[in-house]
């Protein structure tokens, strides 16, 4: 190796000291407030529903669970049941579908080098749940709880594959190419999950439409046990090539040149995303903006780096969805409320003000 | 370190570009591609780079073919400064020039980046920058921050795919004395430059390519002749020794004494 090293290594320290450091005080106070956040809301969202539960009891009812004999157990006879049995379930529920819904965000961004790109916007979301819908009314089920998960993935990592042929020219991706990719892709899978409704009978056909507007009700142990391990392996491997995502927004042939397989990188980050988002499509249904609207909040905040940007994407996916969530279930007395209506309904006005801002500040996108 | 060309030809979407281009870099030299606009100096500088595989012809490096090379263990052998400087995200210049030293994470001399990424932006005069936005940058700044990213790759072949263009004269002298001193060095330059008086003063050698031809390879001294640029250029110029310095003129097109054609006299 030739490799010069400067002729100041005498004074390393001191030109090394010249250089600011990585964001790390900025990154750790985020962790935190969003840490407490989604413990505190966690024990709140417990507690409220139709049957009230105080904050103490909940938490005496955690302690309790996890051997500790402190605290009050629930007071209502049902107390115990309606905790452990529906709301501990939806709450989980919602945390590890936000953490992929907005992981998955992340990383799309990031191997796009685009920060339009989202599984819900180009379609990747639909052309899951079109693989879930023909599960529902073909009534497959060979693999049990999986299979909806298992067709979802397929169907995922297809449109996510068709999205990324189809919209690359000369190893970049341009805004509006990706969009106009976006609606084709999205209009063909759309297509296909219309035909499935029209197949269905009249339950696959209900099934299929509350389940397009993206719920959480009805949430079982079971779906959270299946949506977990596929969430965890998404985000460790996120997390995994999150230096190199850096090293992509150089664009593809710089990053070759400092040593990125791009090629290998993308096709994996690909196999992630379709993974994550048939994690969080399978039992929840579409819920779309949460996976644009997070890295966007999070890479303002503590700008984009990749090391952070991920893991707090994903934390701050799951206080927001479980906010979401929350106020889907308690906003109307009786009444489940669609959370994908509520994600698009605060998600679209926040994109066109992105839009907005993006427009003045760079010049737009195009 | 050893970059060999023998009989490149190459094209770029089913368009020949270069033809039977042989040509030879060793470490310790400045080498200049100088040519007119669509002669293939940035294709040659690619098929240098393993970006774009010869369609006939050999490139190689170490004595190895540079397709062959592993993506990793190449980025530790060459740099590459790109044209044009685009990046996706807004991160911060120091962010950017810590982006060379990818190609070394996970070996012993990760342990030198604070480093290197601090001499690399000393050098290139970005240091004062560093927490800057790189999106918001001018032109030339973003040139020299890439420069940076390139001087902290730390590797033994450069290549500089204009490296001045949009540079004031003392940036443009800065990054072309930095380059200059990686060729004292030991490590083997390639630019790509426009200004042939600047490419004269800075480079060791010259190789003028045209048409996609390789015209000419030498010295300053011997490349930069009237007759030579004048025909490559189809444009006649004159080779003018000042001081030692050789300045190339072309000559004017419109006489300075000739009555105006189309400027509307001032009154």
């Known amino acids: ?366 | 370190m050893t970059l060999r060309l023998t009989h490149v030809s190459a094209s770029l979407g089913g368009h020949p570009i270069l033809h039977d281009v042989t040509i030879e870099v060793v470490p310790g030299e400045l080498v200049a591609l100088v040519g007119p606009n669509g002669a293939g100096k940035t294709t040659l500088l690619s098929v240098m780079s393993g970006d774009i595989v010869p369609s006939s012809g050999e490139a190689l490096l170490d004595g190895v073919s540079l397709h062959q090379w592993k993506v990793g263990a190449l980025a530790r052998e060459r740099a590459v400064l790109p044209q044009e400087q685009r990046l996706a995200f807004g991160f911060r210049v120091v962010d950017v020039v810590r982006m060379g030293r990818a190609p070394w994470a996970r070996l012993p001399e990760e342990d030198l980046d604070d480093v290197v990424v601090a001499g690399a932006m000393t050098r290139t005069d970005v240091l004062t920058m560093a927490e800057r936005s790189f999106p918001t940058l001018s032109g030339g700044e973003k040139a020299r921050t890439s420069f940076a990213r390139v001087l902290a790759q730390q590797t033994p072949l450069v290549l500089l795919d204009e490296p001045t263009a949009a540079l004031d004269i003392r940036h443009q002298e800065q990054v072309l004395s930095e380059a200059r001193r990686l060729a004292a060095d030991g490590h083997a330059v390639v630019a790509v430059l426009h200004d042939l008086t600047v490419a004269a003063a800075h480079a060791d050698r010259i190789c003028v390519l045209a048409d996609g031809h390789l015209r000419a390879d030498g010295t300053p001294s011997e490349v930069m002749r009237a007759d030579v640029l004048g025909e490559v250029y189809g444009h006649p110029v004159d080779v003018i020794d000042h001081e030692g310095r050789i300045i190339v003129l072309p000559h004017l097109l419109i006489h300075p004494t000739e009555e105006p054609t189309c400027a509307p006299a001032l009154s």
Do not use: C
């Open chain 1, 1 to 366: 190796m030739t490799a010069t090293l400067p002729d100041r290594t005498a004074t390393t320290s001191d030109v090394a000291a010249v250089l600011p450091g990585h964001r790390s005080a900025r990154a750790t106070a985020l962790f935190v407030v969003l840490g407490v956040a989604l413990a505190l809301l966690t024990v709140y969202a417990a507690g409220r529903g139709q049957l009230s539960i105080p904050a103490h009891e909940v938490w005496g009812s955690i302690l309790h669970r996890l051997g500790l004999d402190l605290g009050t157990m629930p007071t209502h006879p049902q107390g115990e049941n309606t905790l452990w049995q529906v709301r501990f379930p939806r709450i989980a529920m919602a945390i590890v579908v936000g953490a992929a819904l907005s992981t998955a965000g992340a990383l799309m961004q990031g191997i796009f080098g685009n920060p339009l790109a989202e599984p819900g916007v180009v379609g990747v979301s639909t052309g899951a749940a079109f693989a879930a819908a023909v599960v529902i009314v073909f009534e497959i089920g060979f693999m049990g709880a999986w299979t909806t998960a298992a067709f979802a993935f397929v169907g995922g990592l297809v449109t996510t594959l068709a999205v990324y042929a189809l919209s690359r020219a000369d190893g970049r991706t341009e805004v509006v190419t990706l969009v106009l990719t976006g609606i084709a892709v999205n209009a063909v899978a759309a297509a296909g999950l219309a035909l499935m409704i029209f197949l269905g009978d009249t339950a696959a056909r209900e099934q299929i439409v509350f389940w397009q507007l993206g719920s959480l009700n009805g949430t079982r142990w079971e779906y959270v046990g299946v949506v977990t391990p596929l969430v965890v392996v998404g985000l460790v491997g996120a997390m995994l090539m999150s230096r190199k995502l850096d090293v992509l927004s150089l664009g593809d042939r710089a990053a070759r040149h400092v040593g990125i397989d791009v090629e290998r990188l993308r096709l994996v980050a690909i196999v992630l995303v379709a993974l994550l988002t048939a994690a969080a499509v399978s039992f929840a249904g579409i819920i779309a903006f949460v996976g644009l609207v997070v890295p966007h909040l999070i890479r303002m905040l503590v700008g984009p780096g990749h090391r952070v940007l991920v893991p707090a994407s994903a934390l701050a996916g799951t206080v927001l969805l479980l906010g979401a969530d929350l106020i889907a279930r308690t906003a109307v007395a009786y009444a489940d409320l669609p959370i994908g209506m509520l994600t698009s309904l605060v998600g679209g006005p926040f994109f066109f003000w992105l839009l907005r801002r993006t427009r003045k500040t760079a010049g737009g996108w195009a």
